[in-house]
């Protein structure tokens, strides 16, 4: 089992920059593909970033492709979501989360997740 702890996040004006970090322990990390999700109010929980054990494996929604960097640290198991130019509906709770296999977290259907990390963006 691995816990999974959420920071970073807060308030920032459009066009702005975050790096959120999520840092996990209990089990050796690097066993775990990992991933961000976010929850806006009222709206379902959707994929952000999603990122293979081994770090070489990575995926970005579109909605935030160009503009976010999923990455991790396995030697502090650190996960990180580099979140730049920043617009309002970037506003949400964002997650972490982890499961031994990849494609469990791209189908968003892992095992574990954090307790979330509030973003707003204001315009």
């Known amino acids: 089992q691995v816990q999974l702890v959420e920071s970073g996040g807060g308030l920032v004006q459009a066009g702005g920059s975050l790096r959120l970090s999520c840092v996990a322990s209990g089990r050796t990390f690097s066993a775990y593909a990992a991933g961000w999700f976010r929850q806006a109010p009222g709206k379902e929980r959707d994929i952000v970033a999603v990122?293979?054990?081994?770090?070489?494996?990575?995926y970005h929604a579109d909605s935030v492709k160009g503009r976010f960097t999923i990455s991790r640290d396995n030697a502090k198991n650190v996960m990180y979501l580099q979140m730049n130019s920043l617009k309002p509906e970037d506003t949400a709770i964002y997650y972490c989360?982890?499961?031994?296999?990849?494609?469990?977290?791209?189908?968003?259907?892992?095992?574990?997740w954090g307790q979330g990390t509030q973003v707003t963006v204001s315009s």
């Open positions: 990122i293979s054990g081994t770090g070489d494996i990575t």
């Open positions: 989360s982890a499961d031994p296999t990849y494609i469990r977290v791209r189908r968003s259907t892992p095992d574990y």
